[in-house]
């Protein structure tokens, strides 16, 4: 078993090693080209204060760069018996460089290098997550725009209430996407501030040059305050999971819509045949598996805030090996909603409408509404057209023709698809993202 970077002559028992080390291994696999990244702003930053040689600077961003390379292709290993990925970073470069590869932790710790990573890999993440949810929501719009005219029943308590259209259905998501954004952006711009420089919790004596490493990898600003750095471990991840949630929640909702309305006894929707599955035993079987796994998928994404407040809430400040555990709930969650997104991409831009679902008379009643508002509008009193009309209904003499005339903004006949649109790309527009692609290109153009 190698010696870890903070054993001296004592080796820690196999059993508690395995214990403590847990999923680490496999969870820094994650980690590993945005340690790489830390390390080269850092040791730039070092270079600057005195801390190494700029030619010791050159050879180690060389090697860095190599390293980073083979993270990026998915070719970086942690070996057995190292403990993590700063482990094996720092091994690999002492491996090639000697000596010269042990001064990379200069003026840091484990606890501000983790820190970091994960600040580096989430913002990634959330970008990611952020043009998966604009393709989306692009997706919504043009589906609303497309069937705007088609007219479906609306529901209250599953019972028919009132006339509603597929181009409400559609854009009733897509403007939930933009709230969800909204509660993204905010994580993002929480993330985005550089824990570098905390180390374990109570800066250094070395002359750090905090602004610098900020700069350098393209954060808004720093965590100023050492202490509160460390205190952000778990609660970054807690944030950002409250927004993966928020997306989660209307994927959720939008799956069980159409599981719902896909089935015989609604028959508004049809999913593609390519993203149904049949059964062993009937065989006109074509079952909604997709979104039923998105919509379950979905379900365990919005727990996920309240997995990390368990781990986390009863811990006062500093630095504490309970947050170790966020990593395997939250390292994972994000290709898991990335999967759902694209899943609901697909199938929202392929779904067919009904296009004549008010042909049939069972949902005549959704227009008494339209009928008491008709009334009043010709001056008869609310409550008397409403009467009148409940009356009608009781005696099976109610009719009408089918159509609405609404005006007003947000209704069906003025769905204000513009105005959603430039809601979104306002919040798209402030997640600035270009700036940091710029620093960190930068940084690896060294």
């Given at each position: ?62 090697e860095l760069k190599n390293i980073y390379k083979r993270a990026e292709n998915g070719d970086f290993v942690i070996e057995d018996g190292i403990e993590d990925v700063h482990s094996q970073v720092e091994l690999m470069l002492t491996r090639k460089l000697g000596d010269v ?346």
């Amino acid at each position: 078993m190698a010696q870890k970077l903070w054993e001296k002559s004592v080796q820690v028992n196999e059993n508690i090693d395995r214990f403590t080390v847990g999923h680490d291994r496999e969870l820094d696999l994650y980690l590993s080209k945005h340690d790489v990244l830390g390390s080269m702003a850092h040791i730039t930053m070092l270079e600057s204060i005195g801390l190494l040689e700029a030619g010791e600077l050159k050879v180690l961003l060389a090697e860095l760069k190599n390293i980073y390379k083979r993270a990026e292709n998915g070719d970086f290993v942690i070996e057995d018996g190292i403990e993590d990925v700063h482990s094996q970073v720092e091994l690999m470069l002492t491996r090639k460089l000697g000596d010269v590869g042990k001064k990379i932790h200069s003026g840091r710790s484990r606890n501000d290098q983790v820190l970091l990573d994960l600040k580096l890999f989430t913002r990634e993440q959330i970008k990611d997550i952020a043009k998966d949810v604009e393709h989306l929501f692009n997706v919504l719009i043009s589906q609303s725009n497309k069937y705007k005219d088609v007219l479906m029943p609306g529901y209250t308590h599953l019972q028919i209430a009132m006339p509603s259209s597929f181009g409400l259905w559609f854009g009733a998501y897509a403007e939930s996407l933009v709230d969800d954004m909204l509660f993204l952006h905010a994580a993002y711009k929480m993330c985005n501030k550089n824990p570098l420089g905390s180390a374990a919790g109570y800066g250094s004596s070395f002359p750090l040059n905090r602004t610098m490493t900020t700069e350098l990898l393209g954060f808004d600003s720093l965590n100023y305050n050492v202490v509160y750095a460390q205190m952000g471990r778990g609660k970054m991840e807690r944030n950002v999971a409250f927004a993966l949630a928020s997306i989660a929640g209307t994927i959720s909702k939008l799956a069980f819509d159409a599981c719902m309305f896909s089935s015989q006894n609604f028959g508004f929707v049809k999913l593609p045949d390519e993203c149904t599955t049949g059964s062993s035993i009937m065989p006109h079987k074509k079952n909604p598996d997709v979104f039923e796994l998105t919509r379950a998928k979905c379900n365990k994404i919005q727990s996920l805030p309240q997995q990390i407040m368990m781990i986390m809430n009863n811990l006062p400040s500093g630095y504490f090996r309970d947050l170790q555990i966020i990593k395997e709930v939250f390292l994972p969650a994000f290709k898991e909603i990335k999967d759902c997104i694209e899943m609901t991409t697909y199938i929202i831009d392929k779904i067919k409408v009904n296009e004549h679902i008010l042909d049939d008379d069972r949902y005549l009643y959704i227009f008494s509404v339209e009928e008491v508002n008709r009334l009043a509008s010709e001056g008869m009193p609310f409550r008397d057209a409403y009467k009148k009309v409940g009356l009608d209904i009781e005696a099976g003499k109610f009719t009408h023709n089918k159509e609405v005339h609404h005006t007003h903004e947000g209704s069906v006949g003025n769905l204000c698809n513009d105005k959603i649109q430039e809601m979104m790309g306002d919040v798209v527009k402030n997640f600035e993202f270009d700036k940091v692609e710029r620093a960190e290109k930068e940084l690896l153009n060294r």
